[in-house]
């Protein structure tokens, strides 16, 4: 290696940290029930989620790991569920922080486990619906995932006349702070292994069904989108409609009537220390709607972005 290239590639092992908060499903709740995810690469223990091997983003719309997430291994138990049940979901930053992104949606999905309980089944060819989507608080200033990186979870009900069976939920976050460049948008799926209880009978139509990768295009307006830095925003969901049978209305704050245990989930027991000082490496993942033009035109101008990740990938970095 010459020693411009040398050279170089330090340059850009000091600029990773700039993308290495990311983050992943630390913990989810079923009607006030606390299960625990997996630390990506960290030595499994039993869990109901799917675990993930990489913090950083799924990227690009026909990526395989838009599944279920950056290789997402099968989790060996399965939770039981009823229609209608309340779940949280705590995303926490790669490095243990709060969840580093504030822009973009949160969507959830859920899919049968065909053939085979969840816990063995393999998503490749799923038939996912969707249950819910979360985008902007009233004002359209300020998206929802704002309260996850503040520390809240996501909350979401289950059809309350779900059919029973074994289920994966797809529960995902997009980021949305580069989506202004094509390719941009970054992919945060999560599964979740359930099984729903009861008697109840509703099951999605054929119509309302996508796979993953194939629900999204890297060109959908809610995925590549010129005005995200726009306000008022204005915004459109990408993937099918929501579900006729999914629970109506917002599902953007917990249960009061399930007493004390989902308020007092609060963070993951199981957090590393977190570090929420805003400089440093997070930095370039905490930016609000106001300063994310400004900021990201002066960390990441389009052409230096793109050769320094072409180069990071000659150097053979990954990204
Ligand atoms: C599912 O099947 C695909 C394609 O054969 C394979 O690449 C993937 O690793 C499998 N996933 C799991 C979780 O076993
Ligand atoms: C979920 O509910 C909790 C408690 O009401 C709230 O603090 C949090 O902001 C909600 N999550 C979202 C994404 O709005
Ligand atoms: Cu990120």
């Known amino acids: 290696m010459s020693f411009r290239l040398y050279h170089l590639r330090l340059t850009l092992l000091a600029l990773v940290p700039l993308v290495s908060g990311h983050g992943y499903v630390a913990q989810v709740a079923i009607d006030g ?56 979901f705590w995303w926490k930053g790669g490095d243990g922080s709060n969840w580093p992104h504030n822009i973009g949606p949160i969507m959830t999905y859920m899919a049968q ?75 945060y799926p999560s599964c979740t292994q359930v099984n729903i209880q009861g008697d109840q009978s509703e099951v999605a139509p054929a119509s309302a069904e996508v796979t993953f990768p194939g629900g999204y295009s890297d060109t959908d307006p809610g995925i590549y989108d010129p005005t995200i830095f726009d306000t008022p925003v204005q915004y459109t969901f990408p993937g099918p409609p929501v579900v006729s049978f999914a629970a109506s209305g917002s599902d953007t704050s917990s249960p009061t009537s399930s007493g004390s245990s989902s308020t007092s989930a609060g963070a993951p027991a199981a957090s590393p220390t977190a570090s929420s000082s805003g400089s440093g490496s997070g930095s370039q993942c905490r930016l609000g709607v106001g300063q994310a033009t400004f900021a990201l035109q002066a960390r990441h101008p389009r052409s230096v972005s793109r050769v320094m990740r072409r180069w990071w990938e000659s150097m053979g970095g990954s990204s």
């Open 33 to 88: 029930k606390d299960y625990y995810g997996n630390v990506p690469n960290a030595n499994p223990v039993p869990s109901i989620v799917r675990q993930i091997n990489d913090v950083s983003p799924v990227k690009g719309a026909a990526n395989p790991y838009l599944n279920c997430g950056q290789d997402a291994q099968l989790a060996s138990l399965v939770a039981n569920a009823n229609p209608g049940s309340q779940m949280q």
């Open 113 to 187: 486990c065909v053939g085979t309980t969840c816990d063995q089944y393999n998503s490749t060819n799923a038939e996912w619906f969707k249950i819910e989507e979360t985008g902007l608080q009233p004002g359209d200033m300020v998206w929802y995932q704002q309260n996850i990186m503040n520390g809240g979870p996501s909350n979401i009900t289950l059809p309350p006349t779900l059919a029973p069976g074994q289920y994966l939920v797809r529960h995902e976050i997009i980021a949305l702070h580069l989506a202004n460049e094509m390719g941009g948008a970054e992919f």
